[in-house]
């Protein structure tokens, strides 16, 4: 799948017979779109033999993302990987999240099912070599983005308009020199289509076997005028796409959310229904035990009514998306021509996380309040003190909670290239904007109305089936309205321009000198609205208003000088400097030595520099659950018998704790050295084979320190405890009672905000192989893209030792020590008929808690099978079959503490649509 570095011979040989496979061709080596086109012209007709009609094909000179210099498309040192659009929606995927999954070097982070019950916005995020969103840099017609408004340090992936692009270049190693601070994984640009002329509609429609998750998708796309021949080119395209919800209780593998013998044990205690009273002495005395009716999602193993929180979740929410692009592209005299180009995309996303959990003051004189034969006590044989009054926890068994975003991502950019005396010249000036907003969409209440001054109103029963007046005043206390904003704003212009020098060493090939430079700025701004001063008790967000902004001026230059025909050697070097954090020089170095016509071996070395994004370091403070998991969990101070240490308790160690997050004015920047060295093989026609080993070393890194880690030793991490004033933790259960603000005395939590952590190095090796036969029956292409991890050194705190998460969830999800996608594609000689299957892999890896009898738990390897059909009946209409997951295969348990409700499995690799049924026409109007 890589990109290869054959000689000029054999790698027009390769890349032709590959572009006449490429309707079924999963990645194709580096052939930009002007270069894909021309050759495909010129290309022999299926299952044509020998040489020479490859060997006249000139070799088209292209400029591919990780330089600024023109190439034949075969001979550039960087590590690229190209995916066709065309290609992947043949494979059923319709969103450009989706599309990087294929992508064995690209660990999701974030994907759209983690924006259930967070503050996350929504939105899903590209993560190259598993070292976080923010060191990605991502591309659009290698322009930047605006970052998304709420998770602040990365370009949202779902606001890219998947319907105008052609192909996706993905540059695997560090790119600093060139494109600035945050390329330190790698840079993935999307490339939209170019002088499209003609007229197509596609639609895609997804259904799943079991009921739940389907999706639809639509898209059109116009253009008019050739370049070349009108001297203009008009493209418009659109698309909208609809997901249904996927509920966790609609697959047997997240039904239950609560597997205490796998190691999962979080539910919500207290905190169910029937309700938990708490006296004045602190003991808590459970309603309605054993039989703990009126609600289906309980448990009573911990010897109380608990609410299994985990089953009343979305794995997928609902959501809608429609995006447009407008370019338009005009020749001008001289060889110069200028593009606009406007893109806008609009998501909304609804997700479900079922009920609230009250926790409020019970007045003695409600006729609800509990009587002794009513309760149970939890955790403690004292009768219960009736007459100093108490507190009721539970929740309403009929309240849903709906939560969502509307993310609107929009982009207008103005390009001049041309070529003149020698020059080949662009430059470009661009505006981007992310807005976004946090909303209550269905069961958040404003919580005075039912507890006027905190004490639950005399017609609620927290304890037994509501009146009608006591069920009419519920609901009428839950109130929709947006309670954040959000915008992220980004301009910039930048120019570059390239150059022959003249053949410095008889090499038979020009060195060729390039220069740019790039002024931007951004914005940053966030604010809580009025009606978060109504449900804040609910959300836990504090009222807050920020703001911050930068500007960055660059230069940087390119020197590729030949120094053997068979011999390159490319330098390249940027300086920065920024308004907040002073100036940053970073070097690359590039070498390619074709060894023989079969081999050719490739190496490049560079440094990073990161700055905090302005969203580390204005994110406001906010307090919600620390993890999804209990204080309890890994935790010494908890143990399984015998009292809890302080600030624990025995109730604290068994509910989820309280974190506070957000920014960090004292952040300072990453810096990073990149080493890659690669051999591209050839050893017969029509095969490729790379290998590519890869080291990145990142120091300083801003993350956060792991809950794990915090509550894992109480007396290391002491500092992050901000106890209450019993000397405690709250529960998240009682976070409204209690942390209202969150600067209460009787708060009690721990910090989570970023901070510099330490180091993280990674190290390992990509593999491609790509073979390609014509026979009788047709093409055949099978394709192999591999990434073997061989270590991920992490330092998670200051101090702290250097951990190998190589196949280990800690915190986060793991570096897979092997993952690969594997494709065979067959397309019948006359082009009628197709046919493809893809297997994607990943291995197995340490859970990131033991079982119940506490041993080490490992998750087994996820392996997913693919398959479509493909008939053309006439030249304008193809239309497919096709089949995701085959083998229904279920993902595998993990007891790991996700970034959402949903409990089970990996959210961010497996896919919770088992068996899935998609058709796909495309029809060409003209």
């Known amino acids: 799948m890589s990109e290869t570095g054959h000689s000029k011979k054999r790698s027009s040989i390769l890349s032709n017979n590959l572009l006449r496979a490429s309707v079924h061709v999963t990645v194709v080596a580096v052939l930009a779109a002007a270069s894909a086109a021309a050759q495909a012209q010129q290309a022999p007709p299926p299952g044509a033999t020998g040489t020479n009609a490859d060997d006249t094909t000139p070799i088209q000179e292209v400029v591919v993302t990780g330089t600024m210099i023109k190439r034949a498309n075969a001979e550039t040192a960087e590590a690229v990987t190209v995916l066709k659009a065309d290609t992947l929606k043949e494979q059923g995927i319709t969103s450009v999240q989706d599309a990087l999954n294929t992508l064995t070097s690209n660990n999701p982070a974030i994907s759209i099912s983690t924006a259930v019950g967070t503050f996350s916005g929504g939105g899903s995020y590209a993560n190259l070599r598993d070292l976080g969103n923010g060191r990605t840099l991502v591309l659009l017609d290698g322009q930047r983005l605006a970052n998304n408004a709420f998770s602040g340090n990365a370009v949202d992936l779902s606001g890219i308009p998947f319907s105008a692009i ?306 009419a005043l519920i609901n009428s206390s839950y109130i929709n309205g947006v309670y954040a904003l959000g915008v992220d704003s980004r301009w910039g212009v930048t120019g570059h321009a390239s150059h022959e020098l003249g053949d410095a060493f008889n090499s038979g090939i020009p060195a060729t000198f390039a220069i740019g430079f790039d002024v931007n700025g951004e914005h940053f701004a966030y604010h809580t609205t009025p009606y978060n001063d109504l449900v804040s008790a609910a959300t836990g967000l504090t009222d807050s208003s920020v703001e911050g902004a930068r500007q960055v001026q660059a ?78 969990a890994g935790n010494p101070d908890c143990p399984a018998t015998g009292p809890a240490v302080a600030p624990f308790t025995t109730a604290t160690c068994n509910t989820q704790g309280l974190g506070l997050f957000g920014g960090n004015k004292a952040l300072t920047p990453e810096t990073s050295q990149n080493f890659d060295l690669g051999v591209v093989l050839s050893p017969i026609r029509d095969m490729g084979i790379t290998l590519d080993y890869f080291r990145i070393l990142l120091k300083n890194a801003i ?154 738990r490992h998750v087994g390897s996820y392996t997913l099978l693919d398959g479509f059909v493909s008939y053309s009946p006439v030249e304008k209409l193809t239309v497919l079959f096709g089949i995701k997951n085959l083998l229904d295969r279920s993902p595998p348990f993990t007891n790991a503490y996700q970034n959402n409700f949903a409990a089970g499995y990996n959210q961010l690799n497996a896919d919770p649509l088992l068996r899935n049924f998609y058709v796909n026409v495309k029809y060409k109007l003209f």
């Open 166 to 471: 052609d192909n996706v270049e993905v540059l695997r190693e560090g790119a600093s020199a060139l494109y600035g601070s945050d390329a330190i994984a790698g840079v993935i640009n999307f490339i939209t289509k170019k002088n499209y002329q003609g007229a197509e509609i596609e639609g895609t429609f997804d259904r799943p076997e079991e009921n739940g998750g389907g999706n639809g998708q639509a898209d059109f796309t116009l253009g008019h005028g050739d370049l070349a021949n009108d001297g203009y080119n008009v493209m418009i395209t659109g698309s909208y796409q609809k997901q249904q919800e996927l509920r966790a209780t609609q697959r047997n593998f997240s039904a239950e959310g609560y597997y205490p013998e796998k190691g999962y044990t979080s539910t919500n205690n207290p905190g169910s229904w029937p309700g938990t009273f708490e006296d004045s002495a602190g003991n808590q005395y459970q309603a309605g035990y054993p039989a703990c009716e009126g609600n289906p999602l309980l448990t009573t193993d911990f010897g109380n009514c608990a609410y299994r929180y985990s089953a009343a979740t979305d794995l997928i929410p609902k959501s809608s998306e429609y995006s447009g692009m407008l370019s338009a592209t005009k020749a001008l005299p001289d060889n110069n021509q200028i593009q606009l180009q406007y893109f806008y995309t609009q998501s909304l996303v609804t997700g479900w996380s079922g009920p609230m959990f009250y926790f409020y003051g019970l007045d003695p004189a409600s006729p609800y309040y509990p009587t002794a034969g009513q309760l149970t006590g939890i955790g403690t044989t004292t009768p219960p003190d009736l007459a100093g009054g108490g507190d009721a926890i539970y929740t309403d068994p009929y309240n849903d909670r709906f939560s969502g975003n509307i993310n609107v991502e929009q982009r207008v950019l103005l390009t001049f290239s041309g070529h003149n005396l020698g020059w080949d010249y662009e430059s470009a000036l661009n505006y981007s904007k992310n807005t976004n907003d946090n909303r209550n969409q269905g069961g958040y209440p404003n919580e005075a109305v039912q507890a006027p001054g905190g004490v639950l109103s005399d017609l609620i029963n927290p304890f037994g089936p509501q009146t009608a007046a006591g069920q």
């Open 555 to 632: 230069a940087y230059v390119e020197l590729d000088v030949p120094i053997l025909k068979s011999l390159d050697l490319d330098i390249s070097d940027r300086q920065d400097r920024y308004s907040d954090f002073g100036t940053t020089n970073n070097p690359k170095v590039s070498v390619r030595w074709q060894a023989a016509d079969f081999v050719t071996f490739r190496g490049t070395a560079s440094t990073g520099f990161r700055a905090p994004t302005l969203f580390d370091l204005n994110d406001p403070n906010s307090l919600s659950a620390s993890s999804s998991g209990t204080m309890g």
């Open 703 to 856: 993350g956060l320190v792991p809950v794990t880690a915090i509550y894992g030793n109480p007396t290391q991490f002491s500092n992050y405890y901000v106890l209450n004033n019993t000397g405690g933790l709250t529960p998240s259960i009682q976070e409204a009672a209690d942390c209202h603000p969150y600067t209460s005395a009787g708060c009690g939590y721990i910090t989570q905000t970023y901070e510099n952590t330490g180091r993280i190095t990674t190290d390992g090796i990509d593999v491609s192989v790509q073979y390609l036969q014509h026979t009788e029956f047709g093409t055949f292409h099978e394709d192999l893209e591999g990434t073997a991890t061989t270590q991920f050194l992490e330092q998670q705190y200051i101090g702290g030792p250097q951990l190998n998460l190589v196949g280990w969830y800690n915190q986060s999800p793991p570096a897979y020590r092997w993952t690969h996608n594997l494709t065979v594609n067959w397309m019948s000689p006359a082009k009628m008929f197709g046919a493809g299957l893809t297997n994607r892999f990943y291995s197995e890896y340490i859970d990131e808690f033991p079982d119940a009898a506490g041993n080490i």
